[in-house]
T-cell receptor, first 113, second 113 residues
Framework: AQSVTQLGSHVSVSEGALVLLRCNYS??????LFWYVQYPNQGLQLLLK??????LVKGINGFEAEFKKSETSFHLTKPSAHMSDAAEYFC???????????FGSGTKLNVKP | NAGVTQTPKFQVLKTGQSMTLQCAQD?????MYWYRQDPGMGLRLIYY???????DKGEVPNGYNVSRLNKREFSLRLESAAPSQTSVYFC????????????FGPGTRLTVL
């Protein structure tokens, strides 16, 4: 069965501090992996994605994520948090060529001044 | 180019009432999706349509029906609403099965009393 686990439903960091949001997946085949961001009362917006090739993926707003097959992880990082990064972040996986996407339960990021 | 649009934005129903949530996309995408978002549970797939004329069940289809009216529109119907269907509903689309990024609508917030 396909599943995505996001550790920590709430993460709080100070402005300027490192952001690390964790995502682990289970899949018997190499998956396609995604991070989405959701601002209050809005839909989801793609931050970045991994399909094939380079395992370190850079996205919008200074975020990046690294696909680690041995750890079945796709953690999201940003070197320096900004107040505008406060939002909810979702990790998602698509398995192979199937049309279904599976989402994690989400992590709410709070950025303190 | 409006992207993915959803109507209505908000709706309050009484238990047992019926309603249809509308979704339309103007990007000529083949695949469309309906998700529900509940706190702490991320997005769960209700139904999806890989192409015009086809629909398939997702993780939580009970209590819902869908219609892929044409390539642009994908509606979600609640025949007899229940309080457990109180949620935020998102529609999404992708161009075709080889494409990975989902495009999301702004959501419909439904409350069932």
């Amino acid at each position: 069965a396909q599943s995505v686990t996001q550790l920590g439903s709430h993460v709080s960091v100070s402005e300027g501090a490192l952001v690390l949001l964790r995502c682990n997946y289970s899949s018997s085949v190499p998956p396609y992996l995604f991070w989405y961001v959701q601002y209050p009362n809005q839909g989801l917006q793609l931050l970045l994605k991994y399909t094939t090739g380079a395992t370190l993926v850079k996205g919008i707003n200074g975020f990046e994520a690294e696909f680690k097959k041995s750890e079945t992880s796709f953690h999201l990082t940003k070197p320096s948090a900004h107040m505008s990064d406060a939002a909810e972040y979702f990790c998602a996986v698509r398995k192979g060529n199937f049309n279904k996407f599976y989402f994690g339960s989400g992590t709410k990021l709070n950025v303190k001044p | 180019n409006a992207g993915v649009t959803q109507t209505p934005k908000f709706q309050v129903l009484k238990t047992g009432q019926s309603m249809t949530l509308q979704c339309a996309q103007d990007m000529n995408h083949n695949s469309m999706y309906w998700y529900r978002q509940d706190p702490g549970m991320g997005l769960r797939l209700i139904y999806y349509s890989a192409s015009e004329g086809t629909t398939d069940k997702g993780e939580v289809p009970n209590g819902y029906n869908v219609s892929r009216l044409n390539k642009r529109e994908f509606s979600l119907r609640l025949e007899s609403a229940a309080p457990s269907q109180t949620s935020v509903y998102f529609c999404a689309s992708i161009p075709d099965s080889s494409y990975n990024e989902q495009f999301f609508g702004p959501g419909t917030r439904l409350t069932v009393l």
